[in-house]
T-cell receptor, first 114, second 109 residues
Framework: ETGVTQTPRHLVMGMTNKKSLKCEQH?????MYWYKQSAKKPLELMFV???????ENNSVPSRFSPECPNSSHLFLHLHTLQPEDSALYLC?????????????FGPGTRLTVT | KNEVEQSPQNLTAQEGEFITINCSYS?????LHWLQQHPGGGIVSLFM?????KKHGRLIATINIQEKHSSLHITASHPRDSAVYIC???????????WGAGTKLIIKP
């Protein structure tokens, strides 16, 4: 059971498409994260929101655009992606946005860019 | 050299065996996390520790701050323990966890 949900679970999109990934947490946490996981690589942090404010942007290309309307919801807007952006995108939340708190992960969205 | 190193990268064992996965790190940390990722992709936090030892069911995590080393042990291993086990460290005043590459564990019946 997870208190973090992600939709869709799978997404196939062309390079000219625009799509959005959605994450919702039901844990009352104040921080939310987007991670990218490519095959055989460690997790890569993309964005951190702490109390709805973006506190980290890990040199992510502008074709990825996050949005955090409130502490419970996080979106990742995608446009003009490249095939190398194909990966598992994971959302997580924690009580606060420091590395001293446990992070709770969603099931991920498997993205394929064709 | 990566700041977080896990060993082994891959481990295959028979059901019932005692399993040890190691994590070494080179930075000062505020906390160390052990997480489990099943083939479906979902990641579950197993432990967060900054000193000593923690136990949950058949899982035990230990950390030696002086040696900058942590171990995850699984007693009486079972095929359902098959997963990737990931070590990550948190550094004070930093939002980011530094992630290890993971250890892929396969337990054969």
């Amino acid at each position: 059971e997870t208190g973090v949900t992600q939709t869709p679970r799978h997404l196939v999109m062309g390079m000219t498409n625009k799509k959005s990934l959605k994450c919702e947490q039901h844990l009352g946490h104040n921080a939310m994260y987007w991670y990218k996981q490519s095959a055989k690589k460690p997790l890569e942090l993309m964005f951190v929101y702490n109390f709805k404010e973006q506190t980290e942007n890990n040199s992510v290309p502008s074709r990825f655009s996050p949005e955090c309307p409130n502490s419970s919801h996080l979106f990742l807007h995608l446009h003009t992606l490249q095939p190398e952006d194909s990966a598992l995108y994971l959302c997580a939340s924690s009580q606060e946005g420091t590395a001293s708190y446990e992070q709770y992960f969603g099931p991920g969205t498997r993205l394929t860019v064709t | 050299k990566n700041e977080v190193e896990q060993s082994p990268q891959n481990l295959t064992a028979q059901e019932g065996e005692f399993i040890t996965i190691n994590c070494s790190y080179s930075v000062g940390i505020s906390a160390l996390h052990w997480l489990q990722q099943h083939p479906g992709g979902g990641i579950v936090s197993l432990f967060m520790l900054s000193s000593g030892k923690k136990k949950h069911g058949r899982l035990i995590a230990t950390i030696n701050i002086q040696e900058k080393h942590s171990s995850l042990h699984i007693t009486a291993s079972h095929p359902r323990d098959s997963a990737v086990y990931i070590c990550a460290v948190g550094v004070d005043s930093n939002y980011q966890l530094i992630w290890g590459a993971g250890t892929k564990l396969i337990i054969k019946p």
